[in-house]
Nanobody, 126 residues
Framework: VQLQASGGGSVQAGGSLRLSCASS????????IGWFRQAPGKEREGVSC????????YYPESVKGRFTIARDNAKNTMYLQMNSLKPEDTAVYYC????????????????????WGKGTQVTVSS
């Protein structure tokens, strides 16, 4: 079971990035999925989550309207499209998945998930 994130980098404020996270060992379509971030000196924050039922999606106010989570079942890959990036979006971003229960997306974003990928750095300059 492995999640591999990619797509991080450095952009100027107002720019866009798309993060990808490929899964090996389990089918993402049957899992709740999410993206989390952690900036230096700050707690981890869930920025985009989808519940197992796929009817539940959660974005905190800090990214609502700018970030979009998606999954491609055929490629067993999840994505995070990030637009209108701000310097405060600078962090290490992690993808995650959880197939144990069927909670609302907000629960996962606030509590975390079971499987984690290694992080990818996103740096936004002003």
């Amino acid at each position: 079971v492995q999640l591999q994130a990619s797509g991080g980098g450095s952009v100027q404020a107002g720019g866009s990035l798309r993060l990808s996270c490929a899964s090996s060992g389990f089918p993402l379509e049957n899992y709740a999925i999410g993206w989390f971030r952690q900036a230096p000196g700050k707690e981890r924050e869930g920025v985009s989550c989808i519940g197992r039922s796929r009817r539940s999606t959660y974005y905190p106010e800090s990214v609502k309207g700018r970030f979009t989570i998606a999954r491609d079942n055929a490629k067993n890959t999840m994505y995070l499209q990030m637009n209108s990036l701000k310097p405060e979006d600078t962090a290490v971003y992690y993808c995650a998945a959880d197939g144990r229960q069927n909670y609302r997306a907000s629960y996962y974003c606030m509590s975390g998930m079971y499987h984690w990928g290694k992080g990818t750095q996103v740096t936004v300059s002003s």
